[in-house]
């Protein structure tokens, strides 16, 4: 069976419930491709007896190797614990000089702000008019998600332009959902994630890594952004982490109501998230 077939998510839960048993731990950290499935971790995280589920930013074969990495710098060579920035940028960073210039060689139309205010508020107003925005900011996302530095972001009202993402930017299947993001101190009014803000869900959405249900009251103005059975795969975002995305959300909200954006990765079926800007 595949990853996300019922009866395996089940058997993953049940594995977690065992290991809490046998070790009486509180915390446990997922690696490996199993963990990008945001379905199991929030049904161990609400099943297993695990109070804490830690999954990184890229835990596929990459994530696997860190872990590695990891045990062997903590275990074999006896280094100890180092504070690292709980962020997943650690990618290649985009130059907005050299965007300019290559938007100039190719005639595009080009607008430079004199504040970031004044920038946020034009693209809440376009994103309220139904635009898709290409956002690029600093260094790229270690992993598959795209987490607030390349994303393409849109309202997330309207299945129509969940469609057209699907249909004539992703090229994709069109049942495919996609993921909003929300800032963490209003994620829990809009989706029902386990502990509210400050709770295990909302660290499981740090880095869109856990499906949680999307409070009904909200699905039909979040529309693009819920799935079929009335969840997403939320992301939370706090303002330390991406801090102009943050706001963006907070100027968006001002504009439509709803301080919530549909968060896709910035590029097309099959390929890497956009790194670089040429």
Sequence with gaps: NGPGDPETVSHLVALCRDLQRQTG???ICLGGGVALNGCANA???RESGFQRLYVPPAPGDSGCAL??????DRIYFGQPD???PDHPFWGP?????ELAQLAREDGLPLWEFASDADL???LADELHASRIV?????PSELGPRALGHRSLLAAPQDPQ?????????????EFRPFAPVVPIEVADQYFDLDGGAAGSGARLGRFMSGVFPVRERWRAQLGAVTHIDGTARVQTLEPAMAPRLHALLHAYGERSGIPVLLNTSFNLAGEPIVNRAV
Excluded: C, Q
């Design 25 to 27: 731990l509180t915390d």
């Design 43 to 45: 049904r161990i995280l």
């Design 67 to 72: 872990g590695a990495a990891l045990y062997a």
């Design 82 to 84: 180092r504070e690292v």
């Design 93 to 97: 960073s985009v130059d907005p000089r």
């Design 120 to 122: 946020l508020r034009r």
């Design 134 to 138: 290409g956002w690029m900011e600093g």
């Design 161 to 173: 332009l969940r469609d057209r993402l699907n249909r004539e930017i992703k090229y994709r299947e």
